[in-house]
């Protein structure tokens, strides 16, 4: 079979499915997912580990807000507010300046890996590091990411305490005698949970790790996922009724019936203004740190220069100073007037880029949230069919689908977030078509473009691998191979030559040779057991043998006959076809046929 760019190279059989009959051959041994019994050690793992990290997101939290009153008004207290600009006035301007200098000089003599928001950072490590984090960041990245948030940075807390969560996770992975993924599976956990700690989001937390961070989806970390995720819950319910942690949800609004067919259609130009919003606020953070990289100043420099904008933005506007969980509540609850959205929207969105172009240390979760809401709101001065905050809810929703690239978690956030439940269809709709529009405009997201500009590339598409799909018997060859009834396989494979063509199995081994076990591939197999095995035996080709007593050769199958799986693929990707083509008759139909040969 071959590839190529004319439809006529391919077979007329070449999407035909496979036998469906029943064969002995041994395929019932093959499961559905390839979960092993390790995943209940990781699951007790996780459930501990998912409450000790509420108890860190819980300090984290205070330590903001006790850095926030300090700063601004000299209050002792840890209550999370919004900064107070009015106590200091215009000296206010110098508060994120020293937050930029204090992070900047943390960086440069701690870690340099503690600047930005962390997700990338978090991606890079699982992707590259072996889900290896450094002890240090454990410590340095929750602490200046409170002190960049607490002195007026437009943050939000979550990223810092998902990335100081995944920390967590990943030291308690080192200490144990764990492989790299289920590392990877502890780091996202103890993600998860700092997630859940701060919004009470459990389930849309665990599908942000399966959409942006797992890069996979299997019981064997959704399962570990799922329970870190529910043990914090428990935590932090807790912890609300204990009068510590703010209960769900976070951003409670009136509940109102199923919108009508107008409102649901509004969904449609909100999606699309928050898919230009997420490539507006992509283009303008890394459009800032070009800029900030062209200055003939060190890196460490930036976050003060940064906080300069800040600064001058708090006086405009201190709505769009610190976390802003207040002031996303009042636009979801519509107590805002449209011209706060708009100068809210133009302050906030202004200096969110340039701080978070410094390279300081603060989330983009929480900023994403308000900068959608009061563009949905703004929207919503125009839109009929539906009440006060409906549409910054939806705008909220599409903002993050549009900027993370995580439609799912983006409907069940909002969901949680608000528990109206009759918003799902225009949710539906919204995310997805703000994830289109993202899509189709932006080739890498706020998350991985600064990866890529590290030198990696992060493909976030989920498909079944083609190896898991098709047996050995689908793919193996038996020439030059001569097969009877009395040929015995027992060669081992070591015998055999690396190079196909030189590939002989119709001999017997000789009378007193040692005895090996013969290293060899069997037809009920799938693909990816084969490939598995010449990777770690370092062999090109092994003979396939049935199962019978004694084993007969039926065939050979190389490391050339695996790439027929992918070839499988890149057919369904591109052969077009017409199955059920009208046959037109006349002139017409011959028309018709001599442009599809032509093509």
Request: a neutral charge.
């Amino acid at each position: 079979m071959t590839i190529g760019s004319d439809a006529r190279r391919f077979p007329d059989d070449a999407l035909v499915p496979p036998d469906p009959r029943p064969r002995d051959g041994g395929e019932r041994r093959l499961r559905d997912f390839t979960t092993s019994r390790r995943v209940l050690l990781l699951s007790l793992l996780c459930v501990p580990l998912g409450s000790a990290v509420t108890l860190l997101a819980l300090g984290l939290l205070d330590l903001i807000g006790l850095i926030t009153h300090l700063v601004y008004t000299g209050a002792l207290s840890s209550t999370l507010a919004p900064p107070d600009t009015s106590v200091l006035g215009p000296f206010s301007v110098l508060v994120p300046v020293a937050g930029g200098l204090i992070v900047g000089l943390m960086a440069r003599c701690g870690s340099e890996r503690i600047r930005g928001h962390g997700i990338p950072e978090a991606i890079e490590t699982i992707l590259l590091r072996g889900s290896r984090m450094e002890p240090r960041l454990a410590v340095l990245k929750p602490v200046s990411s409170a002190i960049s948030i607490g002195t007026g940075g437009p943050f939000g807390a979550e990223g810092p305490i998902i990335v100081t969560g995944g920390a967590a996770g990943s030291i308690l992975g080192q200490l144990l005698h764990l492989t790299a993924a289920e590392r990877r599976c502890l780091l996202v956990a103890g993600a998860v949970a700092g997630m859940t700690s701060v919004f009470g989001t459990p389930v849309a937390a665990v599908l942000l790790v399966v959409e942006l961070l797992l890069f996979e989806w299997r019981p064997r970390s959704m399962i570990p996922v799922a329970l870190a995720a529910c043990a914090a819950e428990v935590a932090r319910e807790a912890l609300a009724g204990a009068g510590l942690l703010r209960a769900a949800p976070l951003f409670p609004i009136s509940a109102h019936a199923a919108l009508p067919s107008v409102a649901v259609a509004g969904a449609i130009p909100i999606g699309l203004a928050c898919g230009a919003l997420a490539w507006l606020m992509t283009r303008c953070v890394y459009g800032a740190e070009d800029l900030f990289g062209r200055l003939p100043l060190h890196w460490m420099w930036w976050p003060a220069l940064g906080g300069v904008v800040v600064g001058i933005g708090g006086l405009i506007d201190p709505r769009a100073l610190g976390v802003g969980y207040d002031t996303i509540g009042a636009e979801l609850a519509g107590r805002l007037a449209l011209g706060t959205l708009a100068v809210l929207l133009v302050v906030k969105l202004s200096i969110w880029a340039v701080a978070l172009g410094s390279n300081t240390s603060g989330g983009i979760l929480a900023p994403l949230l308000m900068l959608g809401a009061a563009l949905g709101g703004l929207l919503g001065g125009v839109l009929p069919g539906a009440g006060d905050g409906t549409w910054a809810l939806l705008g909220m929703a599409g903002a993050m689908a549009g900027v993370m690239r995580s439609p799912f978690t983006s409907i069940v956030f909002a969901l949680e977030l608000t528990h109206d439940v009759s918003a799902l269809l225009p949710l539906l709709l919204v995310c997805t078509v703000a994830h289109l529009l993202s899509v189709l405009t932006l080739g890498r997201s706020i998350l991985t473009e600064k990866v890529a500009r590290r030198g990696y590339h992060v493909l976030r598409e989920y498909e079944v691998d083609p190896l898991h799909a098709l047996l050995v018997r689908d793919v193996m060859g038996t020439d030059p191979l001569t097969v009877t009834t009395d040929t015995a396989v027992a060669a081992p494979a070591m015998n055999l030559s690396r190079d196909e063509d030189l590939l002989r199995l119709d001999e017997q081994p000789r009378e007193g040779a040692p005895a090996h076990t013969p290293l060899v591939a069997r037809p009920h197999e799938t693909l990816r057991e084969v490939a598995d095995r010449m990777l770690a035996t370092g062999h090109a080709v092994l003979p396939v043998v049935d199962g019978a007593d004694p084993p007969r050769l039926v065939g050979r199958v190389s490391h050339l006959d695996l790439l027929q799986a992918h070839q499988r693929l890149l057919i369904e990707e591109r052969h077009r076809e017409r199955p059920l083509a009208p046959r037109l008759r006349g002139s017409v139909g011959r028309l018709l046929t001599t442009r599809e040969s032509v093509q």
